[in-house]
Each structure stands twice: as structure tokens, then as C-alpha cells.
């Protein structure tokens, strides 16, 4: 966002810009709400990334697993070609 898209900043304590009680009430609310609201984003975007992780791994695992036990298996080592047939006559 660039200067021209926000409000520009005033000054409260100016005497052309003085607040009343109510309005400085409104803003205390609304700005106990929104780091309530913040607060909240948090909490889900932890969780979030802590699943987030714990499929990583174990998708790696299982993955990890697979290659490890295919690398054991030998019934193919042994596996002997068949003849092939000799040529019709």
C-alpha cells in the first residue's frame, strides 16, 4: 500500500481534532478487538503450521519406509529368464 491509499495521521491531542469521550471509548473497543481478533489468527496459524509439520513427516516416514523395504526384496534376484522357444521348423 502507498501514501496515497491511507488515511493520513492526525493528531488527538490537537485542539481541531479533539475526541470526544464516546469516541474514545469506540476506539479503545476497537482496537481491544482486533487484538482479540489477532490474537485468535495466531493461535489457528500455529496449529496450522504444527500440522502442517507433523504430515510432512509423516508422509517422509511412509515414504522412507516403502523405499527401505523395497530395497529388501530379493524374490526377483533369483528369478531365472524362461527358454526361449527354438525356432519353428
Not at 1 to 21: A, C, F, Q, W, Y
Not at 49 to 69: C, D, E, K, P
Not at 80 to 86: A, D, H, R, V
Request: no cysteine; proline share 2%; net charge positive.
Amino acid at each position: 500500500m502507498d501514501d496515497g491509499e491511507r488515511m493520513p495521521k492526525i493528531n488527538v491531542e490537537k485542539e481541531s481534532h479533539k475526541l470526544t469521550n464516546i469516541q474514545k471509548e469506540y476506539m479503545q473497543r476497537i482496537h481491544h478487538q482486533n487484538l482479540t481478533r489477532v490474537q485468535k489468527w495466531n493461535q489457528i496459524r500455529r496449529r496450522n503450521r504444527f500440522l502442517g509439520a507433523t504430515l510432512s513427516v509423516f508422509v517422509v516416514s511412509i515414504y522412507s519406509y516403502t523405499m527401505w523395504a523395497i530395497k529388501q526384496e530379493s524374490f526377483l534376484d533369483d528369478f531365472n529368464e524362461p527358454e526361449k522357444l527354438k525356432a519353428q521348423q
